[in-house]
């Protein structure tokens, strides 16, 4: 027994071995064409892109166990469009919205209400529906100070790999004036690794423009939802999601069509190309919903 395990360690740490990461990279015009089929999916402008994820959604409180609160599944919408600076050159923006639904992960029906279970009050669940959420800046292949910009991927094979931490730390758009003082800053840390066929991007074809399906590894920790009305009770919440990119929407599974066409139909297709609108997110969704239903005239009922 102990000979057949040293063998077959041996024969996975060769394989590892042989599977060992290589660190890829590209700078200038080229990586700004890496960068553009890693956002969008394409070179080309104007071609729609759906991003799937489906995962789960735990709790951590200390002194208790991890509780599974909730399943999601949402979508993405994009497009990207040319644009041109006078001193960066040519460039790209993506412009998309997305949503996603919480349901309850014994009857995989959607929530619209929740019993929460550490205060026991019942609360209603406002779905994320952010749109839009475009690229703050768009994307040269020189940085403001005129520099080539740089893209790196890790390659595996005939994989690669894009993988990115996002740190977020920010005045919480639900505070007031004096956030410094008393605390309650937004803090959270979004994880992608995302997962490309390497034959898209190492000596890819350039007159293909289109890279094929991708991968998406989605995990998000961050603190409690607005609507659960946690107020200031110590606890993360943590998602783990995982999905794929696509450019055909009928790969999509059919109980997310459903749901955008009966709850936000608005989201079958992008913002246009030279949206200029500020960024959404469950925060100030949240607080827009509860400004207009506090604005509702007396004797009306909010929708």
Request: hydrophobic share 35%; with cysteine.
């Amino acid at each position: 027994m102990a000979l057949r395990s040293n063998l077959f360690l041996a024969a996975w740490l060769a394989t590892a071995a042989s599977a060992q990461a290589e660190t890829i990279a590209r700078t200038g015009a080229d990586a700004l064409t890496w960068r553009m089929k890693m956002t969008c999916g394409t070179t080309e402008a104007g071609v729609v892109r759906y991003g799937y994820w489906e995962g789960r959604l735990y709790s951590r409180v200390p002194g208790e166990r991890d509780r599974h609160l909730f399943d999601v599944y949402g979508v993405n919408v994009r497009q990207c469009g040319h644009v041109t600076d006078p001193a960066r050159g040519e460039g790209f923006r993506s412009v998309s919205r997305e949503i996603m639904v919480y349901v309850d992960p014994q009857t995989g029906a959607i929530l619209d209400r929740w019993k929460n279970p550490w205060t026991g009050e019942e609360v209603e669940v406002i779905h994320a529906a952010n749109d839009p959420v475009n690229m703050r800046e768009p994307a040269f292949a020189l940085d403001k100070d005129g520099r080539p910009v740089s893209a790196e991927l890790r390659h595996y094979e005939d994989t690669v790999v894009s993988s990115s931490e996002v740190p977020l730390f920010y005045t919480n758009p639900l505070g007031g004036a004096y956030q410094d003082y008393v605390g309650g800053q937004y803090h959270a840390m979004e994880i992608f690794n995302t997962f490309y066929r390497a034959a898209d991007f190492v000596d890819a074809d350039p007159r293909r423009p289109r890279i094929a399906d991708s991968r998406l590894s989605w995990q998000r920790i961050s603190g409690w939802l607005p609507w659960m009305k946690m107020g200031d009770r110590p606890g993360l919440m943590i998602f783990n999601a995982t999905g794929y990119s696509t450019f055909d929407a009928v790969r999509l599974p059919p109980k997310l069509w459903q749901t955008v066409d009966a709850r936000f139909p608005a989201y079958r297709s992008p913002p246009p190309v030279d949206d200029a609108r500020p960024n959404e997110t469950s925060w100030t969704v949240f607080r827009k919903t509860m400004e207009q239903r506090t604005a509702q005239p007396a004797g009306t009922t909010p929708r």
